[in-house]
């Protein structure tokens, strides 16, 4: 059982944001700010991998209506957009979804830091991926 | 122009360039968050979500997505996160839009934001205010 399906299919009661005949964008019952909300595909496809282009086109669309309402109605000074593919990316329900966060100067979120490639390990990744 | 991206993506300055098609183009981090960690940004130059095009965000998506299975066949890695910061607020450094690919591996220490839950009405009354214009 997912819980976004069931929530999809009304069997759980959320605070819808937004929907249409592929997407849907509820309030997360557990904010990182008020006014998160997490944005989902009808249908159920567990990562980026498996979701068709199309489909994923009708999703980003609506993560850029929710972001852009998130802005004029709240009173924030940015957002974030997550999303995250597989458990070891802290990916809790197996139902793809994005988070669209909003974000205060102050809120005291920290954000993920980088440090430098080794000598030739940039070179030596980059091959495994590029195509 | 004297946007950072703008000159990588126009090969002014030297860039690991991942991938490229018409729309899009996907280069390394240079302070990566884990090795493989790629940014993806469209060709236009635009410094926020709310100016960028339907399409060109749809292109990083797509890009998004093809990037993602290189990295996790190349890399080997079971998984990765995506997020793109938008605003100084949000930690958005360089203003010309992007997404972040990180690759993600168990025990990698990056931890998820903490969270709570909304007291008595507090979501009924987020909700109204964000569904005013959608």
């Known amino acids: 059982m997912c819980v976004f399906c069931d929530i999809l299919a009304g069997k759980i009661a959320c605070s819808m944001v937004h929907e249409n ?3 849907c964008a509820f309030l997360d019952i557990s904010p990182v700010n008020y006014g998160h909300t997490l944005v989902v595909p009808r249908k159920h496809y567990e990562n980026m991998h498996e979701i068709p282009e199309e489909v994923l086109m009708d999703v980003i669309k609506v993560v850029k209506k929710v972001a852009q309402s998130l802005k004029d109605n709240l009173d924030i000074q940015g957002f974030n957009i997550f999303q995250n593919n597989g458990i070891v990316a802290g990916q809790v329900v197996p139902h793809l ?8 100067d102050k809120d005291g979120l920290k954000h993920w830091t980088g440090g430098r490639y080794g000598d030739g390990d940039e070179l030596e990744i980059l091959n495994k991926i590029k195509f | 122009m004297d946007c950072i991206f703008c000159k990588i993506i126009n090969q002014d300055i030297p860039g690991y360039k991942v991938y490229e098609n018409d729309k899009v183009v996907a280069f390394f981090d240079i302070l990566p968050i884990s090795p493989g960690h790629t940014i993806i940004a469209p060709k236009n130059h635009v410094a926020d979500l709310e100016d960028l095009s339907e399409a060109d965000f749809s292109a990083m998506a797509i890009a998004v997505k093809k990037i993602g299975k290189a990295v ?3 890399l080997g890695v079971k998984g990765y996160s995506l997020f793109l910061d938008n605003k ?4 958005q450094h360089v203003p010309h839009v992007h997404f972040h690919l990180v690759p993600r591996e168990e025990g990698d220490g990056l931890e998820r934001w903490p969270s709570s839950g909304y007291g008595e009405g507090e979501a009924e009354d ?3 205010k964000i569904k005013a214009n959608l």
């Open chain 1, 97 to 104: 979804h994005f988070h669209v966060i909003p974000r205060n």
């Open chain 1, 21 to 23: 005949e592929n997407v």
């Open chain 2, 126 to 128: 987020c909700l109204q």
């Open chain 2, 88 to 91: 100084s607020a949000a930690n």
């Open chain 2, 72 to 74: 996790m066949e190349g």
